[in-house]
T-cell receptor, first 114, second 109 residues
């Protein structure tokens, strides 16, 4: 148990569906991250929020839309996804963005797009 | 470009020692992390090196040579529960984490 929870753990959706992934951290951190993890590939950073403000968007397609209502919660809204978006989506948090902060990860949402 | 290299897969025997190497080429260096990830679970933090040398933590040790762009994770007295993927990540000059693809470690009895 890392103090970062994600729901749902598994999700199957069609290309025309809309769904949301939720992440919650109980560590008192101020920075939160979304990563995509595909088989045998490095983690891909998607979005970073620091004190609720989005500080990075690494050229992520607009069919992924993040939302950070407060420092403890992070959402990833999904719509009109493609089969190649099937992957493990990991949320992480750290005390702050930058510096020498360690990131703590949630268990991920395994997404399958049909 | 920035790059982290680590072996895709390694196999070792229970009770033995294994060394997982990581080499990196990044724009600047502000520390190197090792994470362990069991299948279907969260990556969990194992170690952090920012200065050259060996950091020991129980059965796990991590070594760094900044001049060679090289690190290794040493696992001693291997147990079946050590079967997992091990991720190497380097923080660059912009404090971005650059990740390797991970090394899948298989432990055999």
């Amino acid at each position: 148990e890392t103090g970062v929870t994600q729901t749902p753990r598994h999700l199957v959706m069609g290309m025309t569906n809309k769904k949301s992934l939720k992440c919650e951290q109980h560590l008192g951190h101020n920075a939160m991250y979304w990563y995509k993890q595909s088989a045998k590939k490095p983690l891909e950073l998607m979005f970073v929020y620091n004190f609720k403000e989005q500080t990075e968007n690494n050229s992520v397609p607009s069919r992924f839309s993040p939302e950070c209502p407060n420092s403890s919660h992070l959402f990833l809204h999904l719509h009109t996804l493609q089969p190649e978006d099937s992957a493990l989506y990991l949320c992480a948090s750290s005390r702050k963005r930058g510096g020498q902060e360690t990131q703590y990860f949630g268990p991920g949402t395994r997404l399958l797009v049909l | 470009g920035q790059n982290i290299d680590q072996p895709t897969e390694m196999t070792a025997t229970e009770g033995a020692i294994v060394q997982i190497n990581c080499t990196y080429q990044t724009s600047g260096f502000n520390g190197l992390f090792w994470y362990q990830q069991h299948a279907g679970e969260a990556p969990t933090f194992l170690s952090y090196n920012v200065l050259d040398g060996l950091e020991e933590k129980g059965r796990f040790s991590s070594f760094l040579s900044r001049s060679k762009g090289y690190s290794y994770l040493l696992l001693k007295e291997l147990q079946m529960k050590d079967s997992a993927s091990y991720l190497c990540a380097v923080r660059d000059s912009n404090y971005q984490l650059i990740w390797g693809a991970g090394t899948k470690l298989i432990i055999k009895p």
